[in-house]
């Protein structure tokens, strides 16, 4: 292992320490005055600095702001990471803080960051706000580079930025574990600091461009879009991030209350025999542990119901035990004929249920408050949710995440609906795959790894034993033949109170519109608001943006919106 300099923890104790904020841009006059204005707003009580490298020769930037310093360079820097490694050089503090031009980071960065690395050399978080064009989500494990914070001494340590362009970041990371510094930690939503903006920013991304690629790429990019000369910069948000983020963790924090006269949610669920497992002398016992986990989340949320399609289970009767494992759940048992088919159960468990918020659940789950939480509010954002689970081993220890399936879900009813159900297949396998495309065509989908949910272990025979065909047979018949009946969706009209469908396409962003009867619209998962419609021009009035007018199927207007078929 390199040895590596003693940091110098002193001045922690009289006075925080001072921070440089290192800010590469390069043909960016419409991102930088956002970058400037967040550093302005940083609420650090200790002395800092951000320095801008703008090595752009025939595009230089002006203006002047208390802390902040602005080089234009008169000849282009030989790769990013040594315009990194310059700003370094020009930096006076003893913690560095990477500012990239195209994000947004939040008034408490530098004081979270700080506090943070208190006694030490290196900080990122693991989460981050995911901006969608027109509000943000949480999204845990996403970690960008320019969210670190580092000491001095660990970036002579490295040698600084390998001399690269799209890489350089992870070449840096890679030093950092190398000697053992890498300090990582997750944030919650109140000190998430970071807002990233890679997809709606109307730009170039140099890591777009691959491994050590991107510098001449960039360029001509810029020379395309942007005019060259000199561009003064508004160091100012376009958008109050800060309350935007705010008012989303209000939302997320708001309690969670059923519809007069409903369930919070109603859990369905499609079984045959997972009550008593043979296994090794003994048996587990699946599905009761899988009730008793979701009767101790309706004692800490409220009512919840459970509706179970049973295919005849004769290991242990559900009749005989459920009413006790799931004392507190409302319990619905529907006798379901016929072989064994996982989609035909959850679409007669659907079919019965009370509540407009659905959790289609497997039998051998273990579920959380945090989870059936984390999924209502999808559903009240107007999105589906398709949560990544966690599989426990034969001894109870965590295993690997389930990122194949699409078997356990968030949808409300109109949207099970319109998706027209689960398929009914006679086989293991695929059916979920069918279903989340087209959920993935009528709304925004959440697709999240969480521990909230877990797969209780059972050998491997049993997870298809009871179907009829083999393995995955139907799902690759319905590939085979597209004009399977159960390709056949249900119309989008199914989904509540929606009288058209119009696909929009904004210079942030694009997406379906939904028109509602009431005259409101809905962008599914972001916000909504009334709308007007005069000749080709449609007039959306958000309930939190300014108001904005779509032209119809014009291609030249700002702003162009037709109206669609699904299928």
Known sequence: MMSTPAYDFRHWDGRPPKVSCLCPTYGRPHLIGEAIGSFLRQDYPGEKELIVLNDHPEMPLSGEWPGVTLVNLTERCGSLGGKRNQLAALATGDVFLPWDDDDICLPHRISVTIARMRNRHYFKPTDLWWWTGHGAEFHQGAMAHAMAGYSRTLFDACGGYPLIDAGEDQGFDHCVKRLGLWDSAALDRDEAFYIYRMNHVRTYHVSGYGYGRGWDECAAH?????????????????????????????????????????????????????????????????????VASLARVAETLGPIELVVADFGSDDHPLGQWIGEAGRGLHIRLIHADGPFSRGRGLNLAASHASSESLFLCDADLLVTPAAIEEGLRALAKGAASFPVIRHLAADGSMAAAGVDGYGIAFVTRGLFRAAGGVPEFHSWGGEDNLFHQRVSSLAPVRREATDAILHQWHPEEVRDCYYMNRRRSDYEQSARDPNAPLDIPAAVSALPETTRVLHAVHPHWSGFIHLLRDGRFLRAGHDGGMYEECGTGLTLKWDHWPPETFQRANDAAPFTVREIRLW
């Not at 209350?257 to 369905?268: A, I, M, Y």
């Open 222 to 290: 810029v020379a395309e879009t942007v005019q060259p000369g000199m561009k003064a910069i508004t160091a100012e948000w376009s958008l109050p991030y800060d309350r935007i983020i705010a008012a989303h963790i209000a939302e997320e924090r708001a309690p969670l209350t059923p519809r007069p006269g409903e369930p919070l949610l109603s859990v369905c669920v499609s079984v045959k025999n997972r009550s008593r497992v043979p296994h090794a002398g003994g048996s587990l016992d699946l599905f009761p542990r899988c």
